[in-house]
């Protein structure tokens, strides 16, 4: 299931670590992910995990700024 949030919201979906499917609208203020997708975690704080978009921690990076 689709799901969008700001892109400033601190999860997976919109850290640039996350390696799943991510789809942000052309100025950049929201993501859309799949809420269903577990996908790597690259280098960031649960390292080769299989993540939800919705999950997160501090170590969070963020992708897509707003223009
Ligand atoms: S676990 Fe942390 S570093 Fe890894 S993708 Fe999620 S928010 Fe980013």
New binding site residues.
Partial sequence: MKNKIPSNW???AT?S??CGWKNPDAFCNFVEYDMNEKAR?A?????N?K?NGQ???S???QQFFRK
């Fill in positions: 601190k999860n997976c850290c670590r996350w975690c280098g960031g704080g649960f390292n995990a993540m999950q997160s921690c170590k969070w990076t």
